[in-house]
C-alpha cells in the first residue's frame, strides 16, 4: 500500500468530522464522495443549491428524472422527507447560516482562511462563479477537500493566493491526501497525519509555515 | 372572466421586442421552457439581453437563441458546461456581452425586483473582484455589499401544471429560478405542461400566484433540452 490517503480515504476521513444530524452540502469531484462515507449512526442532510434539501443517491436508469438533478447538474434521487424550493430559499438556507458543513474542492487555499476555487484569473478563461461565492461566505463551517499539490507538484496550500479570491478567511479544516489541516490563528497546523506520512514531507509539500501536530 | 390562455407559443411571444430584457427559467435542462425558446428563434427579434444561471447546451433552446445572433449580452452565474459550446465561442469572438453574478445573488436581485426591494446587501463577494466597484457597508462589524434589483420585460418560463388564472405549480428541480422571475417580468409568459380550470389546483399547493403571471400556453407534449441533445438536435 502506498502512503497516504485516495481520494475515497480522504473524503471518509472529512466524514468523520461532520456530526449527526447537519444539513450538509457537497461540492463537485472529491467532496461528493463524502457521502459514500457516512459514520454508522449518523444522518446527513443534504442540501443542493438548485434546490432540494433530501438529496439521495445516484438514480438507476429507470428510476432517472430528467427534471430532478444537483447542482453539478447530474441527475440524482431523493429521500423519503425531501423538500424542493425555489432559488432565493435555497441561498436563504446559505447566506442565512442554515446550512451546517459545506465541502468544496479548490486550486488554492491559503494560511488565513482565504480560498480561490473559480478561476484561474487567466485572460481568455470564461469567468463562472456558480454559487461558490454564496457558499463561502453562508455556510457555517467550509470544509476543503483536496491533493495537497497540483498535478504538476505546486503546492495548493500557500500563504497567500495567487487566484483569485472565492472568499477570504473562510476555510476551518482541509483534509488532502497527506494530513489533515487547520486553519489557526497561526496559519496552517497539522492535526492528524495520513498513514505512512511524516511531519517533514508535508512541511515540504506546503506552500507556508506550517505547525506539527500538537 | 379572466383567462390568461394563448393559444400557441408563437403568439404569446409574438410582440417581445428587439432591445428587449429577457429572464428565462431553467437551471441547466431542467425547467428550460424550450417551445418557448424556439417559438422566440422563429420570432426572430435581436439584440436581446437574457437572464438564466448558465448559456444552454448544445444547439437548441437558449444555446440556439444564442447562436442565432439574437443575445447581445448574457447576466448569469455560470456561462459554461461540458455540453455548451454556442456561448463561448461568440463570447471569445467579442459578439455577446457577459455579466458574471453569483448564484445566489442573481436569484436575490431577481426577487428584490418582483418585491420591490431597489437594492439589498449581501456578504456574498466581500473581498473579491465581483465586488470591485461597489459600495460595502458594515452591519454588526461584518461588511457586505450592495446589489441591485434585477428587472426584465419578459419571462419565459415553463411549468408543470397552470390554471387559467396563472397559478402555477413545477416539476422536481425544474423549479430553480422560475417563482422568482415570474416576478419581476413585466410581462410573464409561461408555458405548461398541463392547463386545468380555475380552482383545478388546490391554493394550498400554489407555488407561484397568479398574479405573478400573464400568459399561459399549453404545450403537453414538452421536449426536455436533454433528449434533444442526447438526439444531436439543432434548431432551426
Known amino acids: 500500500m502506498s502512503a497516504g490517503w485516495t481520494r475515497e480515504q480522504m473524503a471518509a476521513r472529512a466524514a468523520q468530522d461532520i456530526p449527526d444530524g447537519a444539513y450538509v452540502n457537497l461540492g463537485i469531484g472529491i467532496p461528493e464522495l463524502v457521502a459514500q462515507f457516512v459514520p454508522e449512526g449518523r444522518e446527513f442532510i443534504y442540501h443542493t443549491e438548485n434546490g432540494l434539501l433530501g438529496m439521495g443517491p445516484q438514480p ?36 442565512g447560516g442554515h446550512i451546517d458543513v459545506c465541502v468544496l474542492g479548490t486550486m488554492q487555499v ?17 469567468p463562472a462563479v456558480g454559487g461558490a461565492m454564496d457558499l463561502v461566505q453562508g455556510v457555517k463551517r467550509i470544509f476543503v477537500i483536496t491533493q495537497h499539490t497540483t498535478k504538476t507538484g505546486d503546492p495548493k496550500l500557500v500563504e497567500k493566493c495567487s487566484y483569485p479570491l472565492t472568499g477570504p478567511g473562510v476555510v476551518s479544516r482541509i483534509f488532502t491526501d497527506l494530513a489533515v489541516v487547520d486553519v489557526t490563528e497561526d496559519g496552517f497546523r ?25 | 372572466m379572466i383567462n390568461k390562455q394563448y393559444a400557441s407559443v408563437a403568439e404569446a411571444v409574438a410582440d417581445i421586442p428587439d432591445g428587449a430584457t429577457v429572464m428565462v427559467g431553467g437551471f441547466g435542462a431542467s425547467g428550460s421552457p424550450i417551445e418557448l425558446l424556439h417559438a422566440l428563434i422563429d420570432h426572430g427579434a435581436t439584440d436581446l439581453t437574457v437572464i438564466n444561471n448558465n448559456t444552454g447546451n448544445g444547439e437548441v433552446g437558449l444555446a440556439a437563441l444564442i447562436g442565432n445572433g439574437q443575445v447581445s449580452k448574457m447576466i448569469c452565474s455560470f456561462p459554461r458546461s461540458s455540453q ?54 458594515e452591519f454588526n462589524g461584518r461588511p457586505y455589499v450592495m446589489e441591485s434589483w434585477l428587472k426584465a420585460d419578459f419571462a419565459l418560463i415553463k411549468c408543470e401544471v397552470a390554471d387559467s388564472l396563472g397559478n402555477l405549480t413545477y416539476n422536481k428541480t425544474a423549479r430553480n429560478f422560475s417563482p422568482l422571475m415570474c416576478m419581476a417580468a413585466t410581462t410573464t409568459v409561461v408555458q405548461t405542461k398541463t392547463l386545468v380550470d380555475r380552482g383545478g389546483i388546490d391554493p394550498e399547493h400554489v407555488v407561484t400566484p397568479g398574479i405573478f403571471v400573464n400568459r399561459v400556453v399549453e404545450v403537453t407534449q414538452p421536449i426536455h433540452e436533454d433528449v434533444l441533445i442526447a438526439e444531436g438536435r439543432s434548431y432551426p
Not at chain 1, 110 to 126: C, H, K, V, Y
Not at chain 2, 85 to 101: M, Q, S, T
Open chain 1, 60 to 95: 438507476t436508469e429507470e428510476e432517472r428524472d430528467l427534471d430532478l438533478m444537483n447542482a453539478g447538474k447530474k441527475h440524482v434521487t431523493i429521500i423519503p422527507g425531501a423538500a424542493y424550493f425555489h432559488h432565493a430559499d435555497s441561498f436563504s438556507m446559505i447566506r
Open chain 1, 190 to 214: 497539522v492535526a492528524e497525519l495520513a498513514p505512512g506520512i511524516n511531519f517533514e514531507e508535508v512541511r515540504e509539500k506546503t506552500g507556508a509555515p506550517i505547525l506539527p501536530p500538537k
Open chain 2, 84 to 137: 455548451s459550446k454556442v456561448f463561448p465561442e461568440l463570447y471569445r469572438a467579442g459578439k455577446v456581452a457577459l455579466e458574471i453574478v453569483p448564484q445566489g445573488t442573481l436569484a436575490e436581485r431577481i426577487r428584490a425586483a418582483g418585491a420591490g426591494v431597489p437594492a439589498f446587501y449581501t456578504p456574498t463577494t466581500v473581498g473579491t473582484v465581483l465586488a470591485e466597484g461597489k459600495e460595502v457597508r
Open chain 1, 110 to 126: 491559503a494560511a488565513n482562511g482565504d480560498i480561490a476555487n473559480w478561476s484561474t484569473g487567466a485572460p481568455d478563461a470564461i
